[in-house]
């Protein structure tokens, strides 16, 4: 009882938190769309506006899954089947599209499909530039979710498919992506959230025409001050997200009792199973990277050839928002966060893997499914006395980051044996003790893995910043964004310069901190 109890106190602070920055701000804004009763959302949707703007937010949900499984379980699919050199190099540049902002994956798309792209398209303002910015954003998540559900299964499920005289492409395809389909599931609903909550690439590159239900509550919030309508689309978001989140739990669960990770040796290509990886592994590759390079490219090409004047002109002093203003508050309120989600997420992992409860472990999903737009208008509303206190906006930015540190962890701890705790005790450690010298340690890459995810994510944060942010707090996304909104090619041009400083910012970070296999 008495270990129960301690076990249970390691969730008070996590807890607590997630009362006051998300529970309770998210009530408010439910509240408020509700202040004339279920009538307000029913009005809000039966607006053919409003009603326009929710079907196209679920229907470009819908497409950039399915795209993103179509080229996903194929290309995972044989990545999980052979070994070859370049192949631990390539899962792991797939992590980069996850830690980019998505103001850096739209700028990207832009430096490719926009107005002098370098693939010669010029898609800007339509839907097209949309659904491919989510499947850059996505595709790598399919890839690597859905590679590690195939490398869970035991291999003796397709030995005995081979024994009974299938071949290696007919025991994958009739065997063992049926078996991984609750991982391949999962990673689709993971994607049908990130797309259905996605702010910045709709924002930036769909504008008025393609605007999401996230942009939506935006504008409402920052410009019209229509905080009951406002609320009322929240009502109708968190719907949608709290399924497809309950829908990701399940299914993960049920992935995770498949099996556990099995190093068992794999074949290297021979013959034409080389085209097979090598135009899977290429797709994969330019799928991800190439907007990534097309930013640096668009930083230092100007009409008239190689330039180094966006660069120059981002530096400048005469600037709208500084760019040392911008760098300096982006590192701070990034190690802050990072600092901040690992106590957090590190006591909400212990706390989980002590009590072994499942409602524990959903709560530290809860950040996930809520919007940061729609939780910056619950902040505002429960908290206007702070809006001029930086601790909101920092308060934001743990909260959504938290969860990752969280995620990374419990695989590592459930990896540990149940005793281990009670043999250090044995031994006449105390239980703070026993978990500083015995469980940190282990536990440490994916600790760093958790801490580089939510340092990454606060680096590129956008939504809660432009909703909550002040002059003084700018950071290189606000910077990016009040750029691209002005007109000329200079002001476009130190954009790309701005992003493709904070790419190399968070990737550089990110490189430094992560060197673990954190799973999420």
């Known amino acids: 009882m008495k270990t129960s109890r301690a076990a249970w106190g390691l969730a008070l602070l996590p807890l607590a938190f997630l ?8 009530l408010a804004a439910l509240l408020e769309g509700l202040r004339g009763g279920w009538r307000a959302p029913l009005a809000v949707l039966s607006d ?3 009603a326009g703007r929710l079907g196209w937010t679920l229907a470009q949900a819908l497409i950039t899954t399915a795209a993103t499984l179509l080229l996903g379980v194929p290309a995972a699919a044989a990545l999980a089947r052979y070994d070859f050199p370049g192949k631990a190099a390539l899962l792991r540049a797939l992590l ?7 103001l850096v994956a739209a700028l990207g798309l832009l430096a490719l499909f926009g107005p002098h792209g370098l693939s010669g398209l010029n898609l ?4 097209a530039l949309v659904l491919l910015a989510n499947l850059f954003y996505n595709l790598a998540l399919v890839v690597r979710l859905t590679h590690g559900a195939l490398r869970r299964l035991p291999p003796s499920v397709l030995e005995a498919a081979r024994t009974l005289g299938s071949s290696r492409l007919r025991a994958l395809w009739r065997v063992a992506l049926p078996l991984a389909l609750p991982g391949i599931l999962a990673a689709a609903s993971l994607v049908f959230l990130y797309s259905f909550a996605s702010f910045g690439i709709p924002l930036v590159l769909g504008g008025q025409a393609y605007a999401t239900l996230e942009v939506e509550i ?6 019209e001050l229509r905080l009951g309508e406002a609320g009322a689309l929240v009502l109708v978001q968190l719907g949608v997200t709290a399924l497809a989140t309950l829908l990701y739990t399940a299914l993960q669960r049920r992935s995770a009792t ?27 590759a330019l799928v991800s990277l190439a907007p ?17 004047a966006y660069w120059a002109g981002l530096l400048s002093a005469d600037a709208d928002i500084p760019l040392g203003l ?20 590190g006591l909400q992992a212990l706390a989980v893997w002590r009590t072994r409860s499942r409602v524990l472990d959903n709560l530290s999903l809860l950040p996930l499914m809520v919007s940061p737009v729609s939780l910056a208008v619950g902040y505002l509303l429960l908290y206007p006395a702070l809006r001029a206190s930086l601790a909101l906006l920092l308060a934001a930015y743990a909260l959504l980051a938290y969860p990752l540190v969280t995620r990374s962890l419990l695989p590592a701890l459930r990896a540990l044996s149940p005793s281990l705790l009670g043999a250090a005790r044995t031994l006449g450690s105390s239980r703070g003790r026993a978990l500083r010298r015995v469980v940190l340690p282990l536990v440490a890459p994916a600790l760093r893995t958790g801490a580089a995810l939510s340092l990454a994510t606060a680096l590129g944060e956008f939504a809660a910043t432009l909703v909550l942010t002040r002059p003084e707090w700018a950071t290189l996304s606000v910077a990016i964004y009040e750029r691209l909104g002005r007109p000329g090619g200079q002001n476009y041009g130190e954009a790309m310069a701005a992003a493709g400083l904070l790419m190399g910012l968070t990737a550089l970070l990110f490189a430094l901190l992560e060197r673990g296999e954190g799973e999420f």
Do not use: H, K, M
């Open 292 to 308: 990534l390079a097309a930013v640096l490219w668009r930083s230092v090409w100007g009409p008239d050839g190689p330039t180094l």
């Open 96 to 102: 980069i599209p996850f830690v980019v902002p998505t």
């Open 48 to 50: 053919p506006y409003f």
């Open 124 to 127: 800007q303002g339509s839907a």
């Open 258 to 284: 498949a099996g556990s990770a099995v190093g068992r040796p794999l074949p290297r290509p021979r013959g034409r199973q080389w085209l097979e990886v090598g135009f899977w592994s290429a797709l994969v």
């Open 326 to 345: 911008a760098l300096r508050n982006t590192l701070l309120f990034a190690s802050v966060t990072a600092a901040a989600a690992s106590v957090l997420g």
């Open 19 to 26: 009362t006051a920055f998300l529970a309770l701000p998210l």
């Open 218 to 223: 935006y504008t409402l919030t920052a410009f």
